[in-house]
């Protein structure tokens, strides 16, 4: 294996809320030669089947990362996506309206699935509760090149939910 031969990966995974899940996941990828660059735990979130979603972006050679996804399965690990997904652009946007009643979960699922970003972060502001008017800073990785394409699904999912979009917010921006 040379250094040439090593690439990035992501795995988005589904586990469940229990001490020890997280855990239980990463082993398969450390005992099968993968360095971990990332992990995102979206605690706060839930899949339809009420799990948690946690995306892992490691490094790997091709032979390893597909030991890694059959040992996660061997493992009993639920895996929801496993490719070479290689992120190198931020994006922070804006999102302003009624974030709760248009169920920003959706939003945030919707945007993730054009499949060129990965949602990295999100505050949300709702200073006048949360059936006013509200706010959320969505931080997101996108693929090389794929600002405008993501930009333009931002823009369509907001329009579909009568949301306003600010952007794109300079690093570190806040809400």
């Known amino acids: 294996m040379s250094e040439s031969d090593v690439r990035s990966y992501t795995v988005r995974l589904e586990l469940q809320d229990e001490p020890g899940e997280l855990l239980r996941a990463l082993e398969p990828i450390a005992d099968n030669g993968g360095n971990l660059l990332s992990i995102f735990h979206e605690r706060g979130n839930v ?12 490094e790997a050679t091709p032979e390893r990362f597909e030991g890694i ?3 996660l399965r061997d493992a009993g690990v639920n895996v929801i996506r496993a ?5 190198s652009e931020e994006l922070v946007v804006l999102l302003v309206g009624h974030l709760v009643d248009t169920d920003l979960s959706d939003t945030l699922s919707r945007i993730e699935d054009c499949g060129n970003a990965s949602i990295d972060d999100v505050a949300l502001s709702a200073p006048d509760g949360t059936d006013e008017l509200s706010s959320a800073r969505v931080r997101m990785d996108t693929h090389a090149g794929a600002v405008e394409e993501t930009l333009a699904t931002v823009r369509a999912v907001a329009d579909r939910k009568g949301l306003h979009v600010v952007e794109p917010l300079a690093e570190g921006g806040d809400a």
């Open 69 to 71: 996804v059959e040992a």
């Open 47 to 58: 899949t339809p089947r009420g799990h948690i979603p946690v995306e892992v972006d490691m």
């Open 83 to 87: 490719g070479s997904e290689q992120y």
